[in-house]
């Protein structure tokens, strides 16, 4: 079975600073891997997604994330955090699952990372 | 626009009293699912939907029920609220499942307490 674990529940930086949040995860199978956002009283949007065609991914509002298979991380950075990037923050695996003669792909979610950026 | 809608976006209830939160999406997606989302938990899923007439139970599926009768709609059913189901839920769909990589797209979240 597959797993995501976030080092790391509440991250903070000045704005401007160095955003780094932290994913590791488990998968007998090559995964395909995803970081969400959660905005406040919103729905997760997609950030940006592995699916083996670069090892470096590049997302929206600047974010992008180095799945590194050796070290079974997917990192996440920014290199300039603005304050409109204060959110929770969820890396998620997706492998194929087998069920009832049919396959589908689940989406396991780390514990989330609270991002608070400073003025 | 493409969108998972989810309603009510706030509910509060008592112990026992059925309710049902609907989930409903104009993507034409054949894969669906519910999850719960708790404080240092992230998201677990509760059940999902392969398409019509196929669901499965998830990881936390205890004292859920849910139902597929139509491609767009897939309405979670609490038949008797406890206070441990006071959660914050989300509706997802995607193509295929996400077996490829694909995107899941998630509504706007439900916020239950139950009393």
């Known amino acids: 079975a597959q797993s995501v674990t976030q080092l790391g529940s509440h991250v903070s930086v000045s704005e401007g600073a160095l955003v780094l949040l932290r994913c590791n995860y488990s998968s007998s199978v090559p995964p395909y891997l995803f970081w969400y956002v959660q905005y406040p009283n919103q729905g997760l949007q997609l950030l940006l997604k592995y699916t083996s065609a670069a090892t470096l991914v590049k997302g929206i509002n600047g974010f992008e994330a180095e799945f590194k298979k050796s070290e079974t991380s997917f990192h996440l950075t920014k290199p300039s955090a603005h304050m409109s990037d204060a959110a929770e923050y969820f890396c998620?695996?997706?492998?194929?699952?087998?069920?009832?003669?049919?396959?589908?792909?689940?989406?396991?979610f780390g514990q989330g990372t609270i991002l608070t950026v400073h003025p | 626009e493409a969108q998972v809608t989810q309603n009510p976006r706030y509910l509060i209830t008592v112990t026992g009293k059925k309710l049902t939160v609907t989930c409903s999406q104009n993507?034409?997606?054949?894969?669906m699912s519910w999850y719960r989302q708790d404080p240092g938990l992230g998201l677990r899923q509760i059940y999902y939907s392969m398409n019509v007439e196929v669901t499965d139970k998830g990881d936390v599926p205890e004292g859920y029920k849910v139902s597929r009768k139509e491609k767009r709609n897939f309405p979670l059913i609490l038949e008797s609220p406890s206070p441990n189901q006071t959660s914050l839920y989300f509706c997802?769909?995607?193509?295929?499942?996400?077996?490829?990589?694909?995107?899941?797209?998630f509504g706007q979240g439900t916020r239950l307490t139950v009393v």
């Open positions: 997802a769909s995607s193509r295929r499942g996400g077996a490829t990589g694909t995107e899941a797209f």
């Open positions: 993507m034409n997606h054949e894969y």
């Open positions: 998620a695996v997706s492998v194929r699952t087998n069920a009832g003669g049919t396959s589908y792909g689940k989406l396991t």
